[in-house]
């Protein structure tokens, strides 16, 4: 049974429930929740770091990740799917806004108009002829 136990973990690995084992490294300093080692498996002198309880960590993922989250939400907030609460410092009330978003609704209809109105007059000619074509070759 010990022998099936050291192929399973020599094959599969240690199991994500276990304590990870604490490497016997000289260079440890006692009170320091991060350890490093040098890897041997990188010639660029990758140094993996490791928490408290033995974990790999990696700082510069977390500081690359916090980066990408502050992007991410800049452009959300460019874009008013979210309201961020530096983007509310521009001093208006939220009466002012709504007047805003009204008064811009309201050109919009007006152009709205105009641009139906100016496409029927600027077709009518050609539906009118249109028809008058079908009518004179049905006869």
Do not use: C
Not at 24 to 47: E, F, H, K, L, M
Not at 73 to 91: K, P, R
């Amino acid at each position: 049974m010990g022998r099936q136990a050291y192929l399973n973990r020599l094959a599969l690995g240690r199991s994500p429930y276990e304590t990870p084992e604490r490497p016997a490294d000289p260079t440890a300093v006692p009170g320091n929740p991060t350890q490093q080692r040098v890897s041997p498996r990188y010639a660029d002198g990758y140094v993996q770091h490791y928490d408290e309880r033995g974990h790999p960590i990696n700082p510069e993922s977390k500081s690359f990740g916090r980066e990408l989250r502050r992007a991410k939400n800049d452009i959300l907030s460019t874009m008013g799917i979210v309201v961020s609460e530096e983007g509310n410092a521009s001093g208006l009330s939220e009466q002012q806004k709504i007047d805003m978003i009204a008064t811009e609704n309201d050109y919009g209809l007006v152009m709205a108009t105009l641009d139906q109105v100016s496409v029927f007059l600027g077709s009518w000619w050609t539906s009118s002829l249109t028809g008058r074509i079908q009518v004179s070759l049905t006869w």
